[in-house]
């Protein structure tokens, strides 16, 4: 089985930055593309990044574009979701995914996930 294991969630002051990590083991991927998700309470998972395997194309949410930054180091099997001017708004569980489908306006979930790392922003 391959595993995602996220890290770099924890508590941060609204405006400040985090850099979530979800590493890759059990196997490489080969041209996998590989996105993040998050569920707030009351809310819906939502797909809010992506990114392909020679790192385009990308896919942001609106709610995140401008604002976060996805990218990938293939030698370390490894992505990650840079943070910036974060929001109260922001607060969720942050989930990695692994191949799925990524398009500059979307990324389906693949067949694999991460544990999930909470996120919170405060006010």
């Known amino acids: 089985q391959v595993q995602l294991v996220e890290s770099g969630g924890g508590l941060v002051q609204a405006g400040g930055s985090l850099r979530l990590s979800c590493a890759a083991s059990g196997r490489t991927f080969s041209r996998s593309s590989m996105g993040w998700f998050r569920q707030a309470p009351g809310q819906e998972r939502e797909s809010i990044a992506g990114v392909s395997w020679s790192s385009y194309p990308k896919y942001y949410a609106d709610s995140v574009k401008g604002r976060f930054t996805i990218s990938r180091d293939n030698a370390k099997n490894t992505i990650y979701l840079q943070m910036n001017r974060l929001k109260p708004e922001d607060t969720a569980v942050y989930y990695c995914?692994?191949?799925?489908?990524?398009?500059?306006?979307?990324?389906?979930?693949?067949?694999?996930w991460g544990q999930g790392t909470q996120v919170t922003v405060s006010s």
């Open positions: 995914n692994a191949e799925g489908d990524v398009t500059t306006t979307g990324y389906a979930e693949g067949g694999y």
